[in-house]
């Protein structure tokens, strides 16, 4: 099977796992069988084994997977086994509470460059980081290699600001601007709009009363 | 079919269509076949169908969909119809990037009360919003009859806000911590986890390289 034929809410499982797994690995636990995996996770035993088949054979007969052992496996698979340099531009507020934000380094992921387009933003300095201007995101992106960018600029901003990310060799961006930017075919985004994450909630919670609609419509 | 039985990323999708359609309506456009709705996004004129059709008949013969009747469908169904009041507790950089974002109202949801343990944050004011002691939580969710709430506070604090979240009345809980927490079953929580994010890309700028190892694998 090709990575690509991978059903995506199977990939975004895998993140699931692999978290639960580094909190099992913290509690000291060191085989687990892949119902006490799907329990914690809220899914059945059949799911677990049906995703992690996906990728691989992961399992060991009468003891179920090996923690420490499964973290590494998945951890290649997602490409976070090695940690990747990551550029955000934008140092508004949610730029800087992804700055702040540790635990994206536990996770594979290092913030090396900073970038705004505010001359007066320019200049200041956030622990290791200090903030840079636009006209030296290229260079700074091939310099220390950056593949992946995290953009949080204004709607407005957004596409001019991929297609200079592009420009400059980035091959993945995480995309906090509510707005879709247009990228070649061999570049990756991932959109986060926090909008969508409300609505599923909202619908969730208006499913009791929609089903009792439904019921009394038959 | 219940709702509950439709699967998760068609409810996501369903998200996206909306948003394409406001962008559609935006441009002056009035109706539209499930191939350009489709085309926007990505997905097959067959994938929009049949994602639709969990929902209802939407769709007009020699037509194709009315933007604005679709919309307001769409709307209903994700709850979005009505404005929802939500309130937030945790006013550090992303609590305040989270205040600051225009995107919620335009997508049913009004920011109406804003919470922080932190003595030093109470009082602050931030356009209409004033940051408000934990005390206040109950009192607050039960006069604004505010059922969602937004939790941007450090994985340490996540889950005793949860139980008072929950305690006050909330029923769906959007979480930024990056750790999960545990509520009763009728509370839905959506985890934003920016790590899980991150990952998603990294898998697939990964692919490329696991294919070829894969092949050469055979």
Redesign the interface.
Known sequence: M???DIP??A??R???Y??QLEAFQKGDKHTISSKQLGDALGYTDAQVRKDLAYFGQFGHPGIGYRVEELISQLRK????DKV?N?LLVGA???G???M??H??L????RLAAVFDADPSKVGQEFGELKIESMDRLAAVAGEEKI??A?M?VPADAAQAVADKLVAAGI????NFA?VSVSVPADV?V?G????????????????AG??VQ?ESGK
């Open positions: 090709k990575f690509e995506t809410p990939v975004y895998l993140s699931f692999l978290r698979i997602l490409g976070t990747w990551v508004g507020n949610l800087r509470a992804l702040a934000y635990g994206f536990r996770k594979g992921f593949k992946l995290i949080s091959r993945g961006i995480m509510p990756s991932q986060v709009d926090l909008a969508v994450q409300l609505e599923q909630l909202s619908f969730k919670m208006s499913l929609a089903e439904m």
